[in-house]
């Protein structure tokens, strides 16, 4: 059996008579690369707070990296990593000064900062550039960098909201080869994403609509389910059933 | 710890790294002091006078001389007629006309009494009335050197002494005020901007989702512009001190701890205005220009609030400068210590301590 670093049974976020998130039951395995989707509106970023520790359900249980997300949340945030669809490292520190901050608010020691952060630099091909500012870096390898650091402090998880969006195809390809790379290391990727094409890339898939989920598989069992050719018609399946309008 | 010292490594690094916050930090508070240290003065100094003197004698010719030896004034010599005064002013370099009319010294010792007419131009009234005193005072003081203990054995003469001013510096009421300002405006803009700056570049979703604590953050925002604010308020008095020549006469100790209290309110002010917005822009503009004109109007140092409508003078109350300017006059120029101002000082913690639980309360932990 596998480990399971996520687990969700009936979770339930509630704001007055509307429901963001409708019981919503899953798990994600350990080492999983697992496809968030869902239309702009349908739940996605509620759950994906209530998992992070940032907000509390209504109802439901849920555990994340073993922790309760009620009672636990501080020690959520130490096993979780996270990167957003922003950029979001700081433009005017130079690379190795972005990776001692994230290090340092992770609580990674100094020896272990400078290991991993030569390491780091070197399988990035970076050295030239160490010491610039983030600044006047290309895009995509912002990108790659802030995932990067995302995973540095090694957490169990790491959720990825819209990790791609603006970046060409050729990095974005790079970029999955980084997600897979730390797949195998055995970190969760929980990765929620617009592009079908990535949703292909995924081990399996769930698929949000209206704040429940209306399905979860292999990419490939969904296409057989739904007697389709790609994840496009999948989703536009699934999304076209809607009632709530993205806001 | 370590966490907060990374963190506050950070922030250095932006400030210094950042030449229009480096700008606004050391910059505005120079050219501030500078302007009303140099520009906003209300003295008078070498003002354009002219003296028309029709009398040409004895004693007319002794005042021109004792008007001339001061040092405020540049005194311009000819007769003119009475159209022509008006002429004068309309060209605006002379600012006031001196008129010995004919027979002044006959008029002095013969009917004992001599007149002068003196035209000022009106049109700047505090200016006007600058001049008028000083050539008052002059003609007064000549008068008692040249006619000592005159006709009438009984005389009443004033000895006005300007306390804790007693040089007539100009710049003495504006240093206090401009401390206020500037430590209002740079506190408050700088640290909201660098609180919504996180929020608009996304850094602050990476920072909430950290097992950093949301509230080390706020703390961690606020150190660093804390230090730079008391280097900063170090700057202002030694810019006084030895380019305005201000003398600090009472515990330089006490000044610091009453402007670490002031930095503090408008810190919290700064947070309080990065909770409710998120763009830099509007920071900036909110800490910019809702703070100068309340503090410049509401502080007393250019406009004296007691000449105000009792609903102003109240507003003055709710504005943290007012105390601040209140406590620093009395503490650098009269010397006086906690003892008289301890009670706007416990208003000014008190504003603090308001702000900062309103801050704290609003500042959400958001993700979006």
Redesign the interface.
Known sequence: MEEKVIICKELTKQFGNFYAVDKVSFDVYKGEIFGFLGANGAGK?TA??IL????FPSSGEATVAGFNVYRQQ?SI??N?G???Q????????SIL?NI???G????VSRKEIKERSDKLIDDLGLQKEAKK?VGGLPLGWKQKLAFSVAIFHRPKIV?LDEPTGGVDPVTRRQFWDMIYDASASGITIFVTTHYMDEAEYCNRISVMVDGKMEALDTPGNLKKRFSVESMDEVFYQLARGAVRKAD | M??L???I??EF??VF??PRTLLIMFGLPVVQIILFGFALTSEVKNTDILISDYSQDVQSTKVTQKIKASSYFIVHEAVIGNREIENTFKKGQIKCVLIFPPGFSNDLFHNGKGQIQIIADGSDPNTAKTIINYLTSIISSYQREEFPAAATPYQITTEPRMLYNEDDNGSLNYIPGVMALILMLVCTALTSVSIVKEKE???M????????KPVMVLIAKAVPYFLLSIVNFSLILLLSVFMLHIEVKGNLLLLFFETAIFILTCLSFGLLISNTTNAQQTALLISMMGMMLPTIIFTGFLFPLENMPWIFQLIANIVPSKWYFIIIKNVMLKGLGLKYVWKETLILIGMTCFLLAIALKNFK?R??
């Open positions: 970023t994906m707070r992070c520790g940032l907000s501080e945030k130490r979780i996270y990167m957003s922003k950029f979001s490292l700081y433009e005017n520190l000064e001692e901050f994230f340092g608010v992770y609580d500012m959720f | 370590k966490q010292f990374v963190f490594r950070k690094y932006h790294r950042d570049l996304g850094t979703e990476i920072l909430l989702v950290s097992p950093f932990i993700l979006q």
